[in-house]
């Protein structure tokens, strides 16, 4: 692994027809990107792995660059790209990136998806736990020294409704499998099927009949035209009273001024955002005071086996596009 692409072949694309690796500075969760790129680098030995520790190299060594990984590209330096083949999205979603620019460029664009299955899986049924054993009472009458009673509840018997079965759906699913409850996918083709009790598709029927009987409501969608404001004013009061939301998708699939409307007059029993609209949440802002709201700061996907999992999936695509060249078919493929 090198800092330089330029200081081991003469160019990030490499002179002898194998494909480098560029990374791109910024890492992820606190963790060092210099973790993520050893372990590409130990997936696959005989590519050059070359990190771009400033601005200027990134501009720099991206000019040659065919294949690179990084978290985000912007406008800016998609400009310097000038022989991109393949940009490995070291993030499941890819709406943050200019996928259309990205797409008339004849572009590969891969994502990570898959990565955070486990993870976030953990941290969603951590979520619905917290609030059926009610630790946020507990939390507060501790920090008062208060020993005193209160009401929980069982999650056996519950409804839980995900939306979005792709990977990290799906681990929720899973995980949910031996608690007893009945669960109810939301899905683009509901034709599919999936790991639930029963899919449903984003018709509105449909969707609004699955929130009436829901107890736990899990978005694990990517946002798209379809979920940006999915859950709105009417889908709120759609919702049981006693409905708890878990958001580990994105912030706008919630209109977020409804959802603290529906928190003040107790129209649904609590939420746990690792996700907001806005983000980073702004300390004046009235979700930070709820006691049955639970705030996580976009933490749901750290991890510390994070780096390891995404770099084997762009090792092996970095070693297929050395062997088949712009006509290999890559894992996780958004743009092909």
């Not at 973790?35 to 030995?45: F, H, K, S, V």
């Not at 746990?272 to 049955?292: A, I, M, Q, R, Y």
């Amino acid at each position: 692994m090198t800092d330089r692409g330029d200081e081991v072949s003469g160019q990030v694309g490499g002179t002898d027809g194998r494909t480098d690796v560029l990374v791109l500075r910024r890492g992820t969760h606190g963790i060092p990107v210099d973790e993520y790129a050893g372990a590409i680098e130990r997936r696959y030995p005989d590519a050059t792995v070359t990190i771009a520790r400033t601005p200027t190299e990134e501009r720099e060594l991206i000019a040659d660059a065919r294949f690179v990984t990084g978290m985000t590209l912007e406008d800016t330096l998609l400009e310097s790209a000038n022989r991109l083949e393949v940009f490995a999205c070291a993030y499941a979603g890819t709406d943050h990136l200019p996928m259309e620019e990205l797409e008339a460029r004849g572009v590969t664009v891969t994502n990570a998806s898959g990565v955070h299955g486990p993870n976030i899986g953990e941290h969603v049924l951590g979520s619905i736990l917290y609030f059926t054993r009610r630790f946020h009472v507990a939390r507060r009458r501790q920090r008062r020294r208060e020993w005193r009673h209160y009401k929980a509840n069982e999650l056996q018997g519950s409804t839980v409704t995900i939306v979005g079965l792709g990977a990290i759906g799906q681990a929720v699913a899973e995980r949910l499998e031996p608690f007893g409850v009945e669960t109810v996918g939301v899905r683009y083709s509901p034709e599919n099927g999936g790991p639930t009790d029963e899919v449903v598709g984003f018709d509105d029927e449909a969707f609004h009949h699955t929130l009436a009987r829901t107890d736990y409501l899990v978005l694990a969608c990517p946002l798209t035209e379809t979920t940006r404001g999915l859950i709105d004013r009417e889908a709120l009061l759609t919702l049981d009273p006693n409905a708890v939301v878990v958001n580990i998708a994105r912030g706008p699939v919630i209109d977020t001024d409804a959802l603290v409307d529906a928190i003040r007059g107790e129209r649904i029993r609590g939420a746990s955002l690792d996700v907001t609209d806005p983000e980073p949440l702004p300390e004046s802002h009235p979700l930070w005071n709820f006691g049955n709201v639970q705030i996580t700061p976009h933490n749901a996907g750290h991890t510390p086996k994070y780096y390891d999992r995404l770099a084997d999936i762009v090792a092996e695509n970095a070693r297929r596009f050395d062997a088949e060249g712009p006509n290999a078919t890559l894992e996780n493929e958004v743009i092909s």
